[in-house]
């Protein structure tokens, strides 16, 4: 009975072995795109926000946070930043925050929103300027989303997207009408910014800036039919990140929650899932970031 219980282990174990090695391979050659996307529970406020760009309230320290990390790879952000969402009976707040060491922008809010992607380049945050960005599906439907991009100068480009990109693996988006709504404005939206250290200077170290946005349901009507606000448990989908530059026009490096998987901010598929909760914030305190200590 030894010597065939002997001989069984000999010819399981090189099959044990093989089998064990392609779970490792398996397990490493495996990306962001096979993650499930993460949830994220999007806590209810009782208390009045003052939407100023300071994290400062109260809500703010006990919120958990969306960590940034590459859009692509997930590697670690270079700088700590992050955003965070709670909302109340009239809007849906978002707050962002990256330690930045050189905060600068060079279109300011005077300058008229673009209306044309292919005539408005100059007018574009988007395309010259580090920014922050949140994307969001009001009924989870991968249809009918909207964008708020907010500059260190507090200019904020607004649009709507009847789909993202039709392709998983790849970006194929359609930037014309009547896809994507550029003369879109966020009706009632309330944005500001705060910086740390000296904006549009670069012979000094900065602490970083950071910037809150009001998304009133009223607004959000059109995009969904569910309950606004929305009821406990409501799922919606969101995605945002910081969009950073070392100087104006240098090339983007994307930092974002949730990681997508490939370089493309407009797969659905991959958005967080934002679970509505009715309950307030946790008693939990979150490392109070370096700009609220000083």
Not at 212 to 238: H, K, M, N, S
Not at 268 to 278: C, E, I
């Amino acid at each position: 009975m030894s010597s065939q219980m002997n001989r069984m282990k000999a010819y399981l174990w090189p099959c044990v072995a093989c089998l064990l090695v392609g779970m490792v391979a398996h397990a490493s050659a495996q990306g962001p795109l096979e993650d499930p996307p993460p949830t994220y529970i999007g806590y209810r406020v009782t208390s009045p926000i003052r939407i100023d760009g300071h994290l400062s309230e109260a809500h703010w320290k006990h919120t958990p946070r969306m960590g940034f990390a590459g859009l692509v790879d997930g590697a670690p952000a270079w700088f700590d930043s992050y955003s965070q969402m709670v909302w109340d009976d009239e809007n849906l707040y978002v707050g962002f925050w990256a330690a930045d060491p050189n905060v600068f922008g060079s279109v300011g809010p005077d300058t008229p929103e673009p209306r044309d992607f292919w005539k408005d380049n100059d007018r574009y945050i988007m395309l010259h300027d580090p920014l922050f960005m949140v994307f969001v599906d009001p009924d989870g439907d991968h249809r009918n989303y909207v964008e708020m991009h907010i500059n260190a100068l507090n200019n904020i480009d607004d649009i709507w997207l009847n789909q993202g990109s039709t392709e998983k693996d790849r970006q194929v988006l359609d930037l014309h009408a009547p896809n994507y709504h550029l003369e879109w404005d966020c009706p009632g939206a309330q944005h500001a910014v705060a910086v740390y250290g000296s904006l549009n200077d670069s012979t000094d170290t900065d602490r970083g800036w950071s910037a809150e946005i009001a998304i009133p349901w009223t607004a959000l009507e059109p995009f969904t039919l569910g309950a606004l606000p929305p009821a406990e448990g409501d799922q919606w989908l969101v995605h945002s990140g910081w969009e950073y530059r070392v100087a104006v026009n240098e090339p983007v490096t994307y930092w974002t929650w949730p990681v997508i998987g490939i370089l493309d901010d407009h797969q659905l598929w991959r958005y967080g899932r934002f679970v509505f909760s009715s309950e307030s914030p946790g008693s939990r305190s979150y490392p109070t970031p370096p700009h609220q200590t000083e």
